[in-house]
């Protein structure tokens, strides 16, 4: 079968590797349908593992396909069933992990096509508890965005920020994967949404996506026309992955008692902060990492009543990959680049 291995930092090769052996208790073999793109693919390209892995790695962190096999014990999941892939290989027994707060498991060993071998490739064997059923009616481009992209952002702006209907929040990079799932989750929260970007073109996609507000980073201040919007007020809630380049504006665009989630920061790792200002107005600050499987499914059911959908700027074969990630990199894209599996559409397989 078909792999796509990262052989050294930045330089990936698609080779011929031998299928996986039948799966073993408690797994389940799922043919790859869809995989999509996210900036933690970006971040392993470039070395940025955080943590030891061993090269060369198949790489795809976020997926979705069809059950081809079942091994003993593999929790109803049968044959021909759709599923999403959970992309964190937890343990399943802390006490996390019983309490379905998988994305704090105690003993993880890592996140396959991160630091372990991924999902960019035909065949890959899984723990069946890290399936999540994909429901009739939804698309392997919406279903292999579930696991990673919605689920994140259901876990930033319910689990943790704690969106309500008819609060203000302040979405950043509004034409990103993320940016483009929270605008839909939040807008259907009913949120009054004002988002960021970068040029005018990505502005008027944002507004036809449910946005109320666009601001263009280049060229005004978001901190002021968020004031100005809110009558000095500031928004609820804000949510945050850019990083230095937006925090102390990020800051200054909440009202007294307001609430920041983070979950990433592509500008780099450091950030001054006005403690002042965090103590005075009385700001909640929330870092949020991965999701939980419930938000995985979550995800679904909402694609599933037709209340989001994935957006899709590029849909590329397995051996473009490469340029996919270039998009990324330059911020050319508005939604997600999704990557079609050999022999897979990019509608329901």
Known sequence: MQALRLVAERRLELV???????????????RVRAVAL??????????????RRTLPLTVGVEAAGEVAAVGPDAGGLAVGGRVALYGGLTCGICRACREGRDNLCADVQGIMGFHLDGFAQELRNVPARLCIPVPDGVSWTDAACAPITFATVEHMLFDNAKLLQGEWILVHAGGSGIGTAAIQLAKDQGATVVTTVGDDGK????????????????TDRFEGVVRRLTARRGVDVVFEHVGPDTWAGSLLSLARGGRLVTCGSTSGISAETNLFQIFQQQIRIFGSF????????????????????????????????EKGLERLMARQVFGKIVVTMPGAGISRG
């Open 38 to 51: 996210n900036h933690i693919d970006v971040w392993g390209f470039r070395g940025m593992a955080f943590a």
């Open 16 to 30: 011929d590797v031998p299928e996986p052996p039948p799966p073993g208790p408690g797994e389940v073999q799922v």
């Open 290 to 321: 991965g999701a939980t499987r419930r938000n995985v499914r979550d995800s679904l059911a909402r694609m599933a009543a037709g209340k989001v959908r994935a957006i899709v700027d590029t849909a590329l074969p397995l051996a473009d990959w």
């Open 203 to 218: 502005a008027a996609k944002a507004r036809a996506l449910g946005a109320d507000h666009v601001v263009n980073y280049r």
